[in-house]
């Protein structure tokens, strides 16, 4: 197991720095550093220094021909160009219905992937089976082999202990409490495995590939059948003493009497996770429907459109934006990444959120927070897997 919270704090700085920089690169081809310093949001010291590292390894190259940008101004720039993508790596999403791998290069291009939809939380054997049957899927998508790779991670929806690596309670995957996944996952491919929250990862895939890029204090909420908070503090990620930060799902409500999965009552999982908020729209969606009775609702993203439907994801928004709101009075963040299921509802989502938090949270703190639905859809946690294996893989080539 190749523990997320082992790498010491001033290396996992200079580690992200590397793969943002990479992943512009990546994303553009050649650029100058003042353009990757605007890109990136990274300071021209740090641009510097990253650039220095990456031509010592031979990643990319600098010359001084005009790089495309700057050629329309007739300035000559020394410009950066990404030699090769250098390593592969493999990513896994596990949700609470399915798994998806991906194979990416250095860079965050995404080469191959495959998803398979099955039950997660009542059979981990099974799930890690289908695992490995994806990564060779993936890994045909893009024309590789498993013995290209240089680095694996992925993310699971539990809580999982930091210092014993296995899967606590509460966690929308009962069947994996106690279970070790990185050791499991180690096991298959015959390798480290490096294991983080859903949440955690959906924090990182923003900052390295999403709307998040250049913000160093974020929130990023996975609200699903689970509603958890991954927290990018100062840059880094946060996990706590024991891994278990950012479990919002389990905060308490005022006069919310509703049983959770937890033991506890009036928990924000209980009322407004994507389960909650379906069975609210078939109820005003579709009202003869028999309890139970399967319902074809329409996508979340097209609900906008239905005034009672918008007001049920309203709703929803600002129960979570209650709790949103003391996180904010707390951390100060500069942005709230919403992601998972229900992110997919986008503005009536976002808006009750919005009017919660300018309710509960201290103005100083609520203006200083720009709250959004998250550009990757449901890929934040995929591309955060990603983006951790390819920390681990730019750290083993060095
Ligand atoms: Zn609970």
Known sequence: MTAPAAAPAPSAR????????????????????????RLTGLSRSAVSSAVTDLLDEGLVSETTSPSPAAAGRGRRAAAVTL????????????????????????????????TAHLDVDNHPREVLDA??????QALDAAGHRLDEITAIAAGIPGALDTR??????????????????????????????????????GARGERAYGTGRTVN???????????G???????RIYRGASGISGEIGHIQLPDTGTW????????????????????????????GARPGETV??????????????????????RTIGRVLADLVNCLNPAAIIIGGELGQAGAPLVHGIRESVDRYAQPAVAEAVDIRASRLGLRSELYGAIDAAIATATATTR
């Open 14 to 37: 200079r580690l992200r720095t590397r793969a943002t920089l990479l992943a512009a690169l990546g994303e553009h081809g050649t650029l100058s550093r003042a353009e990757i310093s």
């Open 83 to 114: 030699r090769r993508a250098h390593a592969l790596v493999l990513a896994f999403d596990f949700g609470h219905t399915h798994v998806t791998a991906a194979v990416a290069d250095t860079t965050g291009t995404l080469l191959g992937e495959a």
């Open 131 to 136: 695992a490995e049957n994806l990564a060779r």
């Open 164 to 201: 014993t690596n296995v899967v606590r309670a509460p966690s929308t995957l009962s069947q994996w409490i106690g279970m070790d996944p990185a050791a499991e996952l180690g096991r298959l491919f015959d390798r480290p495995v490096t294991v983080g929250n859903d949440a955690e990862m």
């Open 217 to 227: 204090d974020l929130v990023y909420v996975k609200a699903s059948t689970g509603i």
């Open 229 to 235: 908070a991954g927290l990018l503090l100062d840059g």
């Open 260 to 287: 959770c999965r937890c033991g506890n009552r009036g928990c924000l999982e209980s009322v407004a996770s994507i389960v909650e908020v379906r069975r609210r729209l078939v109820h005003v969606l579709a009202p």
């Open 296 to 317: 074809d609702l329409p996508p979340l993203d097209r609900l906008a459109e239905i005034p009672a439907a918008a007001r049920v994801i309203g709703e929803a928004g």
